[in-house]
């Protein structure tokens, strides 16, 4: 059975930072894109980051762009997202997707 595990949420005052990972089981990660996808309350999911197969090609949705970092150990089979200089704004549910798995999500809320 194919699992993608996010871990690393939590509560942080804005200005801090998280690292979220993503780890798969039952599954190889290195083949595929990971991408990072965020939903808050009463909004629509909405694309964070992704990241090639070998990591050499990444894409950052604006919102987030010089402050979030994606990042991956295909040896580890886990990918990361390091968030930098959080908002409140960026309080949400975090998914992690490698088609065609999610994720269960992980809770980000950031404090003001």
């Known amino acids: 059975q194919v699992h993608l595990v996010e871990i690393g949420g939590g509560l942080v005052q804005a200005g801090g930072s998280l690292r979220l990972s993503c780890a798969a089981s039952g599954r190889t990660l290195s083949a595929y894109t990971v991408d990072w996808f965020r939903q808050a309350p009463g909004k629509e999911r909405e694309f964070v980051a992704s990241i090639s197969r070998g990591g050499g090609s990444t894409n950052y949705a604006d919102s987030v762009k010089g402050r979030f970092t994606i990042s991956r150990d295909n040896a580890k089979n886990t990918a990361y997202l390091q968030m930098n200089s959080l908002k409140p704004e960026d309080t949400a549910v975090y998914y992690c997707?490698?088609?065609?798995?999610w994720g269960q999500g992980t809770q980000v809320t950031v404090s003001s």
């Open positions: 997707h490698s088609e065609p798995d």
